[in-house]
């Protein structure tokens, strides 16, 4: 097979959708904390400990999408912790968000020991499988990769739409979306700043969780120790590059995935020629890359990191 | 076209039977803030239909009771009836329903969206499905056109001008079915003529049966748009009259306390040139010029004035003689010689003094103590380091001559700056850059937000430099100020600078023309 | 609930707010320690037995602080210009790669002069490593978190590929290791069968030293007034990327040192596993020291406790010695609200 070959094989299309979704979900629970006006870089704890306890709540009996729920709520519940301190209290966002992560990740782990205190080799559970949808599936060359995937990357693809559609044509959207430009102007309209913020940071950590459940739902299967692997600071960066907008979040995702999927199937093409290491290089270079590259034209929400505190200006 | 067959249905206001003649009465209310009794027992009322103006200094009082008045802050005491109905405390949800509206001197504004989603930002309940834009532009464009507030509600804020964002600040009360206003400085962002058509909607707007308030400190425009004046001083009221029964003086008395002497200018023979640009130009990517082909000049032992409704250039004028920015065409020249590298070190070597608008942001590191930022601008002087190291004893001792010199006070040992108040935060600006004896002074809105007792301190001080024989360019938005303080007044608009004259000579109409962007005949 | 600034500056509530801090996320912890079924009590005291009670667990104690003094002074003297550098831990590694390269023997370097090339050389490894990121975020504005956060996962590759290629250790028994540094490299052990060595003496100096720097030196000047505004500083005509761009240097430079030290005092050679997070856990160090060189020298030890009596806690007790990264992660954020009790009081109402 030759390096440009690849793209005309189907598996590669499936494989980039699949990489995509946790880049997907998290990205876009990234893109509506930053929305409000938060930068949240609890993503990567949240991230791990939403993939650790979706997975232990299917380990220990629950249904999948039961896990998938429990594993969103946690999120929420350190987005609730992260809004405190940030919203709340005006808290620096880069060291909270940071301690979050500490946070997120140390109690992962330390839980995943207490239930599993001998356990070598991870046991695996009973994941999602891919669901093909009728008819769409069959389309040529798509059909495999949009239509025949987990629900869970369904699910990313349609709060995509629904992330879109809140932010863009509902009150609530236009609410969050001043409060990350002008929070006085949402004050002044009686609206409570700090409520609208720790709206938006509880839902987008929720959907970061899922972003970290899908791992351990849907592409491995069990839970591993730093597994998350620096997915949720590609997030981060995959917001700059999609201008803060979840259509191109969504296209970045997918552009990135594709990249992942590509290099990955390339390492095979070529061999040993070039050492693997390079390859798994790759995404964080590029993320670096792409910062630079959109760093010249961005529409930065005017009130992010600047925390909101009543009466002062 | 009278009020009640206008427009759409949604633009009628509810009917509602007076009960009582006054819109609004506040009661007693008192606040604290630690030791500060910010309100006193402050009792007021707005009739329907009438304009009372709300007058005070920097820090009487005027502030508070607005954001008590809009559930912001909860009255430590007292009540508030609107309509002769009690008012929630606390809940700006509930002032807004009851009929008040805003309009708050820093625009509370979303520059990045559109007017219309600014305007019907919190007008649904937040859970509905769909925001209703198609609707609201109809009315928007109603209320427009019914109290000439026109404006195209698909403009982005970022792309209107002062005036037209104070239009969409009235139009946002308006949708509110707003029936009282409240102003806070309406005009400190118009051209004398824009206020006159500000006046005239206010006209409009009280025939329509609202009530409004007009905060403001300018005692010219008080006494002509008001119907009755209440007075603020130290958080007390001191006075509550009739427009008919008072003066300018009555009123100025009122509001400082003492009587105040302001400095008087005299006119020196003009020295040798300071400054000069020479079709300066500055090119921003998404605005164009904002500097186009300004040419200006500074003369030792005068002070030029710069007037001009604010976003016209004045900003990126100001950090062109800072250092701050580089101008993509033309010259400045500095005591004769062409300036080739603009930035603030070099600015400060060449000894101009720079004093800048945004105090807290550009003047002082506000987290820092008032030693540390006594020597921001010296401190790689010979007499303040050596080597790399820092001369701990020189900075203490030069900050006490500041803080001895020009009357600082309120300084705790090693308490951050931010702690101070405007006044005397300025006077350490100020006396950071006199006693590095600059030759040029570039003073932009050296006053703003100060109160009276301050501000001539500062203008003293700035006049005193011009006696020695500095030039001073003094940028400002208050028109008052500029004819008090300066030699020569020099109007800019749109990034264009036009010559106006010797401020003897001119009137507020013509310079208010001028700031417009209207030629004059010369006066 | 509303926060309202503090008028005066109480020097009580500044020392104060660690202990603080400390004490309430160690309360927090103890629901964990409670769900694992032991004694908080008998956990917290073999915690501070398992770290100061012996001359040999002070000893450990104190050879885990060593690397943690020098990241954290790398996070303090970024911190305080607002230089968020989250890349420590891949600034470590720098340097100790640096350290494999030089000092191993491959360059033919040795004797008197090879410890001070070798530090040199792995302060230099660490501030270029950072030197990347900050030129992007003062030429293009792109924010250092992410792109320090993602080229520490470059390095660990970086190593993982050298260690398995050209700095491979043939003595290795084919472990992706580097080979030994050279005896005359080697940090000397300060007593005799105990692991605490030199670098404890070097971070020692080095704190006194950044300490003085900044109170006494322009550019400590300079970096403390970028840090609260860079606006007012550029205004006053400082050169804020330059000075930013210094930091970093240091910054990083701080950061490869810790590697240095770890593989010279300590560990002998450069493996994956050199550092647990160091670079992480010094953020948490110099917040907790709020900033200050010397609070780093007390918090770099106490956070090493932590970590030291919690190996002897879970050895002994039975909990998961995870508990102390959440001890740790949990005392970063209780002393982030206790620093703002400092400047601000919370009214609730």
Redesign the interface.
């Known amino acids: 097979m030759d390096w440009f070959e690849i793209l005309w094989t189907t598996s590669f299309w499936v494989a980039a959708v699949r990489i995509a979704t946790p880049l997907i979900l998290g990205t876009l629970g990234e893109l509506v904390c930053e929305r409000a006006g938060v930068l949240n870089l609890g993503i990567e704890g949240i991230m791990t400990l939403g993939a650790m306890a979706g997975w232990m709540s299917v380990f220990m009996g629950a249904d999948l999408w039961t896990g998938v729920i429990l594993a969103a709520i946690v999120g929420a519940l350190m987005g609730a912790l992260h809004s405190m301190l940030t919203v709340s209290l005006g808290l620096s966002q880069h060291v909270t968000g940071i301690g979050i992560t500490l946070l997120a990740s140390s109690i992962t782990y330390y839980i995943y020991r207490m239930v599993l205190p001998e356990v070598t080799s991870p046991p695996r559970i009973e994941a999602f499988t891919n669901y093909p949808i009728p008819l769409l599936s069959k389309i040529p060359w798509i059909g495999e990769a949009l239509f025949n995937q987990s629900p869970l990357t369904y699910l990313a693809f349609i709060l995509v739409i629904i992330v879109g559609i809140l932010l863009y044509r509902t009150p609530l959207g236009l609410a969050v979306r001043t409060t990350g430009e002008n929070p006085s102007a949402v004050e002044a309209q009686g609206m409570s700043v700090i409520g609208i913020r720790t709206g938006a940071v509880m839902f987008g950590s929720a959907l970061m969780a899922i972003a970290g459940a899908f791992l351990t739902m849907s592409a491995f299967n069990a839970f591993f120790f730093n597994m998350i692997n620096g997915r949720g600071w590609i997030c981060i960066a995959l917001v700059v590059f999609a201008s803060w907008h979840p259509g191109k979040a969504l296209f970045g995702a997918l552009l990135f995935a594709a990249f992942d999927a590509y290099q990955m199937r390339l390492q095979q093409v070529i061999g040993s020629a070039i050492p693997y290491q390079v390859f798994l290089m790759l995404p964080y270079l590029l993320s670096i890359v792409a910062l630079i590259l959109i760093s010249r034209r961005v529409a930065i929400p005017q009130a992010l990191m600047i925390p909101y505190r009543k009466g002062e200006r | 076209m009278g009020f009640w067959d206008a427009g759409t249905p949604c633009s009628l206001p509810k009917i509602y039977i007076p009960v009582v003649p006054e819109a609004l009465s506040l009661k007693n209310i008192n606040k604290h803030f630690g030791n500060l009794h910010a309100n006193q027992n402050i009792s007021l009322t707005l009739n329907r239909g009438e304009v009372l103006a709300l007058l005070g200094e920097n820090g009487a009082g005027k502030t508070t009771l607005m954001n008590i008045l809009f559930g912001h802050y909860v009255a430590d005491s007292g009540e508030i009836l609107v309509n002769g109905k009690f008012l929630p405390k606390g809940s700006p949800k509930a002032s807004i329903d009851a009929g008040l509206g805003m309009v708050h001197q820093h625009f509370t504004l979303a520059d990045n969206l559109s007017v219309l989603d600014n305007i019907i930002l919190g007008t649904q309940p937040i859970w509905n499905f769909r925001l209703q834009r198609k609707e609201a532009a109809d009315k928007i464009m109603d209320l427009g056109s019914r109290f000439g507030l026109e404006i195209d509600p698909n403009f982005r804020v970022a792309e209107i001008s002062m005036g037209e964002r104070q239009r969409v600040e009235i139009l946002k009360a308006l949708y509110r079915n707003a029936k009282i206003l409240i102003l806070d400085e309406p005009t400190a962002v118009l051209t004398p003529q824009e206020s006159r058509t500000l006046f005239k909607t206010l006209r409009q707007l009280l025939n329509d049966g609202l009530s409004i308030i007009f905060i403001s400190h300018k005692l010219a425009e008080v006494l002509e748009v008001s119907d009755r004046i209440a007075v603020l001083r130290d958080g007390k009221l001191v006075l509550e009259e009739n427009v008919s029964e008072t003066s300018e003086k009555m009123l100025a008395k009122a509001m400082v306390g003492r009587s105040f002497k302001m400095p008087i200018r005299k006119d020196l023979p003009a020295g040798e040139s300071l400054l000069a640009l020479e079709n300066v130009s500055v090119l921003s990517p998404d605005r164009g010029r904002v500097l186009d082909r300004a040419s200006l000049s500074v003369n030792s032992r005068e002070v030029v004035g710069l007037a001009g409704i604010s976003g016209n250039g004045q900003r990126i004028l100001a950090d062109v003689i800072n250092g701050m920015q580089s101008p993509n065409s033309g010259t400045v020249f500095l005591y004769g010689k062409k300036i080739k590298r603009f930035n603030p070190r070099e600015m400060l070597v060449k000894k101009v003094g720079r004093i800048p608008e945004d105090r807290q942001g550009f003047g002082v590191v506000g987290d820092m103590n008032l030693e540390e930022n006594a020597i921001t601008e010296v401190y790689k002087n010979k007499d303040y380091s050596k080597l790399g190291f820092l001369n701990l004893k020189t900075r203490n001792n030069f900050a006490k001559k500041i803080a001895h010199e020009f009357d600082i006070r309120g300084v705790k040992k090693n308490s951050p700056v931010r702690l101070l108040s405007g006044g005397n935060m300025q006077k350490l600006i100020l006396g950071r850059v006199l006693l590095q004896e600059p030759k040029l002074i570039l003073a932009h809105q050296p006053a703003r937000g100060l109160d009276i007792g301050a501000a001539s301190f500062v203008y003293e001080r700035l006049l005193d430099a011009k006696m020695q024989g500095c030039g001073i360019l003094l940028i400002s938005e208050d028109l008052e100020e500029l004819l008090m303080i300066s030699d020569r007044i020099l109007v800019i608009h749109r990034g264009k600078i036009i010559e106006a004259g010797k401020a003897d000579e001119l009137s507020m109409t013509n310079l208010g023309l001028l700031m417009a962007g209207r030629q004059v005949n010369a006066s | 609930?509303?926060?309202?600034?503090r008028?005066?500056?109480s020097l009580s509530r500044f020392i104060f707010a660690p202990i603080v801090a400390v004490i309430t996320s160690l309360l927090l912890c103890s629901g964990?320690i409670i769900?694992?079924g032991a004694s908080v009590l008998e956990a917290y005291w073999m915690m501070l037995t398992g770290s100061i009670g012996s001359a040999f667990a002070l000893a450990e104690t104190l050879s885990r602080a060593t690397p943690l003094i020098f990241t954290g002074l790398a996070a303090a003297v970024a911190?305080r210009a607002r230089f968020?550098n989250?890349g420590a831990e891949g600034q470590l590694y720098a340097g100790a790669l640096m350290v494999t390269f030089l000092g191993t023997g491959d360059m033919n370097i040795h004797g008197i002069l090879l410890p001070t090339i070798l530090f040199i050389g792995s302060f230099t490894a660490g501030s270029l490593w950072l030197f990347v990121?900050s030129l992007?975020k003062v030429k293009?504005?792109?924010?250092e978190?992410?792109?320090t956060?993602?080229?520490?996962?470059?390095m660990l590759?970086?190593v993982?590929?050298l260690l398995?290629?050209p700095l491979k250790d043939p003595m290795g028994l084919g472990w992706p290791q580097g080979a030994p540094v050279l005896e005359s490299a080697e940090l000397p052990r300060l007593f005799q069968g105990l692991r605490v060595h030199a670098g404890l003496i070097i971070a020692i100096i080095l704190a006194i030293v950044i300490w003085q720097f900044q109170i006494?030196?322009?550019?400590g000047?300079e970096m403390?007034?970028v840090g609260?505004?860079r606006?007012?500083?550029?205004?006053?005509?400082?050169?804020v990327g330059k000075i930013l761009l210094i930091t970093a240097f240091v910054s990083g430079g701080l950061a490869g040192l810790a590697g240095y030290s770890e593989v010279t005092g300590l560990k002998g050679n450069l493996t994956l596993d050199l550092s647990p997070g160091f670079g992480?856990t010094g953020?948490?160090v110099a917040?907790l020291a709020q900033l200050h060189p010397l609070g780093v020298v007390g918090s770099a030890f106490f956070v090493a406790c932590i970590f030291v009596g919690a190996d002897a806690m879970s050895r002994s007790v039975g909990v998961?010695n995870?508990?102390a990264?959440?001890v740790?992660?949990?005392s970063?954020?209780c002393m982030?609200?206790s620093m703002?009790q400092v400047k601000y009081r919370?009214r609730w109402k």
């Open positions: 609930m509303r926060l309202e600034p008028t005066e500056v964990l769900w694992s911190f968020w989250i990121p992007i293009f504005q792109v924010d978190v992410v792109t956060l993602l080229l520490n996962f470059v590759l970086l993982s590929l398995e290629g006494r030196t322009t550019l000047y403390k007034a609260f505004s606006d007012a500083s550029q205004f006053a005509g400082m050169r992480y953020i948490v917040m998961p995870y508990i990264d959440v740790v992660a949990s970063l954020l982030l609200v703002l919370i």
